[in-house]
């Protein structure tokens, strides 16, 4: 089992960065791959950024905006948001894939980008 636990959201002006955090525990050598996706109102939660040992990959749109990172001493996953936009507003979940493809999630933290 991985327990997954999200803080970091809230509501920012456009324009605005937040920096989001996971912190991961239980079995962790279990775990190939982690990411976030996020899921606005009436629509399908999607991939944002994910992490794994090759590398890290990000959805076309925010590519040069977010940045996704991994502490292993403390795992912990971040995801670091610039130049957010209302498109952006959504709720946030980390996940956590295991080598036979099983996903965790996390609660979910809510981000909200307005004016």
């Known amino acids: 089992q991985v327990q997954l636990v999200e803080s970091g959201g809230g509501m920012v002006q456009p324009g605005g960065s937040l920096r989001l955090s996971c912190a991961a525990s239980?079995?962790?050598?279990?775990?190939?791959?982690m990411g976030w996706y996020r899921q606005a109102p009436g629509k399908q939660r999607d991939v944002v950024a994910r992490?794994?040992?090759?590398?890290?990959t990000y959805a076309d749109s925010v590519k040069g905006r977010f940045t996704i990172s991994r502490d292993n001493a403390k795992n912990t996953v971040y995801l670091q948001m610039n130049s957010m936009t209302p498109e952006d507003t959504a709720k946030y979940y980390c996940?956590?894939?295991?080598?036979?493809?099983?996903?965790?999630w996390g609660q979910g933290t809510q981000v909200t980008v307005s004016s």
């Open positions: 992490i794994t040992t090759g590398g890290t």
């Open positions: 239980g079995r962790m050598s279990t775990i190939s791959a």
């Open positions: 996940n956590a894939k295991q080598w036979n493809s099983y996903d965790y």
